[in-house]
């Protein structure tokens, strides 16, 4: 492999309903045959830069057909500033003919070695109803010694792919380390 460069594999030899495996949730009766992924990432290209894709597929029962996804995505960081993409498309989550599309991206800034800041974004794409579910969030986080305090506000547009069901949300949270 070059430098830099990584691939992880996975293979889960017919799981059937009856135990948890890899690939596989005990009580299922969906997946029939097998389960595998590839991962390759590198971070040798660009000082900062790492990509990475995968792909994955799951033998369902024949009135379902199989189950694959794929994904792609890189960030790259430089000083205190992260940026990131990713973009996946899921096929046939569980009916014929029935994928969704992802696409996220987000950017983080470290203002201090106490202060960062951050803002992502998801879009989601289900063609069962059309309707793209959409969820941004902005956190702040401060530490002090062992004490952090955070902040998230957070909304939501198209909730579970239905329209008109938008929320929003906001989190503070204070944690001490002892």
Do not use: C
Request: hydrophobic content about 35%; aromatic content about 10%; charged content about 15%.
């Amino acid at each position: 492999m070059p430098d830099g460069m990584n691939v992880y594999a996975s293979f889960a030899p017919r799981p059937d309903a009856t135990k948890n495996a890899n690939k596989k949730t005990g009580g299922s009766s969906t997946v029939e045959g097998n389960g595998w992924d590839i991962v390759l990432t590198h971070s040798g290209l660009l000082d900062g830069l790492n990509i990475f894709a995968g792909i994955s597929q799951i033998d369902q029962n024949p009135t379902l057909g199989d189950r694959d996804g794929e994904v792609f995505g890189a960030t790259y960081a430089i000083g205190g500033a992260t940026v990131g993409y990713q973009t996946s498309k899921d096929d046939n989550v569980g009916a014929a003919g029935t994928y969704y599309e992802n696409d996220a991206y987000g950017v983080s800034y470290s203002v201090n070695d106490d202060l960062s800041l951050s803002y992502g974004v998801h879009e989601s794409k289900g063609t069962s109803s059309g309707v793209t579910a959409k969820a941004e969030s902005f956190q702040i986080a401060y530490s002090v010694g062992g004490a952090s305090i955070k902040f998230a506000e957070s909304q939501v547009d198209g909730q579970n792919y239905v329209a008109a069901t938008n929320r929003e949300g906001r989190t503070v949270a204070l944690t001490i380390a002892f």
